[in-house]
């Protein structure tokens, strides 16, 4: 079976050989381990997902080869039994087979085995390989010939059992299998090249606006072709008036026009042809070209992260405190500019928990702690963002010292103070020269130099910001973006003008009624979360001069919250329509930096946008000098999308159906877990249902549900299971934990999916 989406086919490709990997390195484990449960468990969940993979994407002989394999190690898991030696041969051959049926399924090559021979050698009932398997023997080749064959066997050969050995695996030795086709690359290269293919998107854009002033041609040619015919007539008359040397010249006019007609007919749609394929073909190619670059500059956290524990076991040694040091998350990919740059703040920010954060044992046990510190640096991405945390359990910040320094320090007044929240007030120490040091550390302070790391964080597009409690311990989060080469912007229209906002400072966009707008202090004002928030016009903000219109007062008014650090304010403007990834065009040096404008992008029509910064808009605001302006018309009520949350831990499954759902006009957020799923939803963001699987790791679909319901605000939300788990018993589990519907992988239908998302929303 050959997978023919290509995008299917390269997911489903990484997909199987990473579950392949895991399946065999766990057996290699519980082989010398046998008592491990825990890694019992991590292979069945390797199993469960390869097996939902395969039946998602169709690869049947495959998905029943894994099936078998999870049957076995369920009777291992239930029995409470050890894997023998004999039972990991079995499943060591069947997972050799699942590798070469996989090879076949992106490869399109011919696997040459017989299931129902690897099913029976699985399940013990085949006494000889040799004689009862079909695996196709492969020819005898040289050893010259076997080093050129090696090099496209990839990570899926499967070789004939040894004839001598009648319970022989297929030889699958590091040496055969294994390749390194890397190169290295100067990143400052793929920079370049980043650049080049922005300009080629950016070309492909206008070049596609191209096909409707062909279009636009060729309906003037039907136009024209279609009044010349009905001209005929009084041709007609006029030759009935004229002499034959009067009619001669006009015939000749009349057949040259003809012929022109015909050829440039012919001519523009030979031409429109032809720029629809060109478009089309440019399109394929620049997207593929760019996110390849992108995905070139990709890199772990973990190149980062390793770095710290050996520095934190120093720095404890030093100070006489003990740590537990934890890294989470390792595997998040992210920018290598970003990786980069995160590096010394992150530094800081340790340094700086370990020395004045962080207490000695002594100090600990007198505050009821355990003797040991406990410092986690945990990396996680959330939508388009990447979020990294540095938590200990130390003694947290001073907030009486914080305000006695901003006094002192900053220029505060006590009035001022009085009206910030602990949130706003512990937000000072990123203040520049804030410091409630009195003396120097030649390791660090907290609170010096935190104002350089904030500016590291705003120089990446980021944000930063601390939480804590005093005497229990302190987090510093800092969110960034998954790359520099590319923003996600929500498009917004003022007077007739679009604009683009980055949506990594977007907390929340909603209509509101204009009878919910009252004034506090002078300031029109909204409740938002049961709080006031102060809302402003983007056109008031950027300097633009009010534009009326004739059209209608209308009821609700288009508002998109902005969240900077712990500032919120909310803003409104006249439309928002959609959704984009742009590359961002940074200012020019030749210019100063224009106020609320962080740069420029080309739009699909070739039209320049500009880009907002959203850290600018809310400065402009809360200085105090932009009022909303009395607003007696709103120029047109914007229309949003239904949003969907996807909780899917398989990457083929979830690509799959996230296509299915935003082709059908749904705005989709995927996430990997139930975990992901319920923080994604607890953190504030509006869904109008939730499509999850129920096999994941961290927390399950069920257990994900039931958190849900827990909260009364979600009593109405709907949520719907797609799970590869069709028994009635597993149904009535779905419906107790608060389902409203389950949906079986196993005749998976899109229409009903569909169909039932439209019921429930």
Known sequence: ??????????????????????????????????????????????????????????????????????????????????????????????IDAVRKIAREAVTGEAHGISIFDVVAQMMGEAEDIESESSFDAEPTVTSSESSENTSDSGLFSLETPNSNNSHSLPNNSPTSEHQIETVRVDFKKLDTLMEQAGELLATKMRLANRNQDISYIAKLWEDWSRNFSLNQTMFQHLEQRLTPEEIQPLEKFRHNNQNYLDQLGEFVNNLQTVVVEDNARLESVANDLESGIRNLRVVPLSQIFNLFPRMVRDLGKKLNKEIDFQIQGGDIAVDKK???????????????????????????????????????????????????????????LDLAKIRATALRR???????????????????????????????SEISGRGVGLDVVKANVDRLKGSIKVESVPGEGCKFQITLPTSLSTTQVLMVEVNSISYALPIDFLDHMMLVPQINIFQLEGSPTISWNDKPLSVFWLGDLLGLASKESDSLIKRKIPCVILKVDSESIGVFVDKFFDQQSIILKPQSKLLQKVPNIAGATILSDGKVCMVLDPKDLVLTATKGTTAVTERSEILTQAQVKSKVLLVEDSLPIRTQVKRILEGAGYDVTAVVNGLEGFKTIRAGKAFDAVVSDVEMPELSGLEMTVRIREYPEYDELPIILVTTLAKEADKRRGAEAGANAYLTKGDFDQNLLLNTLKRLI
Do not use: W
């Open 1 to 94: 079976m050959y997978i023919e989406d290509e995008e299917l086919r390269e997911l489903y490709k990484v997909a199987s050989t990473d579950h392949i990997e895991k399946i065999e390195t766990g057996l290699l484990h519980l082989e010398k381990n046998p008592d491990d449960r825990a890694k019992l468990d991590e292979l069945l969940r390797a199993t469960h997902s390869l097996k939902g993979d395969s039946r998602m994407l169709g690869v049947e002989e495959a998905e029943m080869l894994v099936h078998q394999m999870e049957d076995l190690l369920n009777e291992v898991k239930e029995n409470q039994g050890l894997l023998s030696e004999t039972l990991c041969d079995r499943l060591y051959y069947g």
């Open 410 to 440: 900053c220029g505060y007044t006590e009035a001022e103070l009085d009206t910030m929240s602990p949130e706003q007030i512990q937000a000072l120490i990123f203040a520049p020269g804030f410091s409630t040091r009195t003396e120097v």
């Open 338 to 396: 970003i990786l980069e740059a995160i590096k010394d703040p992150l530094t800081h920010i340790i340094r700086n928990a370990i020395d004045h954060g962080l207490e000695t044992p002594e100090a600990r046990i007198q505050a009821g702690k355990t003797p040991t510190a406990n410092l986690t640096l945990k990396g996680y991405q959330n939508g388009n963002t990447i979020v990294i945390e540095s938590i200990d359990d130390g003694k947290g």
